[in-house]
């Protein structure tokens, strides 16, 4: 995971999300500045994408006691 202060942004290696996108990483608003702030690069988390219209954003951020390099399989090339 990356993280951007600036925008509360996180960048983030995740699975498949079933009926909506593959896996991939992508970046992703993180609305809640609470959550926000608990995220340190390296991070495995567990969370919920919410989307509303064009906007889409993670909440419901829980970390996970995972080493990082075993958190998410990449997607196959």
């Given at each position: 995971m990356r993280?951007?202060?600036?925008?509360?942004?996180?960048?983030?290696?995740h699975q498949k999300i079933e009926g909506y996108m593959d896996a991939m990483t992508m970046t992703f608003p993180v609305k809640d500045a609470q959550e926000f702030g608990a995220l340190q690069?390296?991070?495995?988390?567990?969370?919920?994408?919410?989307?509303?219209?064009?906007?889409?954003?993670?909440?419901?951020?829980?970390?996970?006691?995972?080493?990082?390099?075993?958190?998410?399989?990449p997607p196959a090339p």
């Amino acid at each position: 995971m990356r993280l951007e202060p600036n925008g509360k942004l996180a960048t983030i290696r995740h699975q498949k999300i079933e009926g909506y996108m593959d896996a991939m990483t992508m970046t992703f608003p993180v609305k809640d500045a609470q959550e926000f702030g608990a995220l340190q690069t390296g991070n495995c988390i567990e969370g919920t994408v919410f989307v509303q219209g064009d906007n889409l954003w993670v909440g419901e951020i829980k970390h996970l006691n995972t080493p990082p390099e075993t958190c998410v399989a990449p997607p196959a090339p």
